[in-house]
């Protein structure tokens, strides 16, 4: 009898723990968590609801060298932009119309954007403003081992460019690459013919002293 109510003693612990920190691992995520250099990106903002009231609102800062391109419009959510000095986009807020549409408790909503990467590698960090109808804003704009993180994609070192309509090409170093394999081919070619050219030599120098010889006798 002991061993059993220690047993589920140790099963509620188990789920206390458990759904105690259910909602700390509930954070807003930008994905993909890993991209390329000036890649045109398709990102996806997901939103989940940690608490039990609704979320009405939400908003994302767009890194300084991240540019923004478009959004998907949702159903029910209204969306908007603002700029900084330079008429970049700087943020994006979803926002519902109707409490109907709103994010309820448990439930998550995706958010579409397409984003040009910076030009160069590295970690890019997503700012989020999340808004409740209780009137409280969790700000997600810690560091990774923050209690309210922000997401961060990681920007590898992409070996193509990008031009303003998304369409990519190789690079210099890329370019080069394929023009030292030809290189490589051709005095490939060269030594092959060298070597037969060689070989048609000696057998036409045996030919010769064998004529010679020949000849002597």
């Given at each position: 009898m002991i061993h059993k109510k220690k047993f589920l003693s140790g099963l509620v612990a188990l789920a206390a723990v458990f759904f105690i920190a259910l909602p700390v691992s509930a954070h807003v995520t930008v994905n993909p968590s890993q991209s390329t250099t000036e890649a045109w990106e398709t990102y996806t903002v997901r939103i989940p609801v940690e608490k039990d009231v609704d979320t009405t609102k939400?908003?994302?800062?767009?890194?300084?060298?991240?540019?923004?391109?478009m959004y998907e419009p949702v159903d029910g959510w209204k969306t908007t932009t603002t700029t900084d000095d330079n008429d970049k986009v700087a943020t994006v807020t979803w926002e519902?119309?109707?409490?109907?549409?709103?994010?309820?408790?448990?439930?998550?909503?995706?958010?579409?954007?397409?984003?040009?990467?910076?030009?160069?590698?590295?970690?890019?960090?997503?700012?989020?403003?999340?808004?409740?109808?209780?009137?409280?804003?969790?700000?997600?704009?810690?560091?990774?081992?923050?209690?309210?993180?922000?997401?961060?994609t990681s920007i590898a070192q992409s070996n193509e460019t990008v031009d303003s309509h998304g369409h990519s090409t190789k690079t210099d170093d890329a370019a080069d690459?394929?023009?030292?394999?030809?290189?490589?081919e051709h005095a490939n070619e060269g030594t092959n013919i060298n070597t037969i050219l060689s070989i048609i030599a000696i057998v036409l120098s045996l030919a010769a002293i064998v004529i010679t010889f020949i000849r002597k006798k």
């Open positions: 939400v908003t994302i800062k767009i890194p300084d060298n991240v540019e923004f391109k519902a119309e109707s409490e109907e549409t709103a994010i309820k408790a448990g439930q998550y909503r995706d958010f579409t954007f397409r984003a040009q990467n910076p030009k160069e590698p590295g970690d890019i960090a997503w700012d989020a403003f999340q808004y409740y109808t209780d009137g409280s804003i969790v700000e997600w704009t810690g560091d990774s081992d923050a209690e309210l993180p922000h997401s961060i690459d394929q023009q030292e394999d030809k290189d490589a």
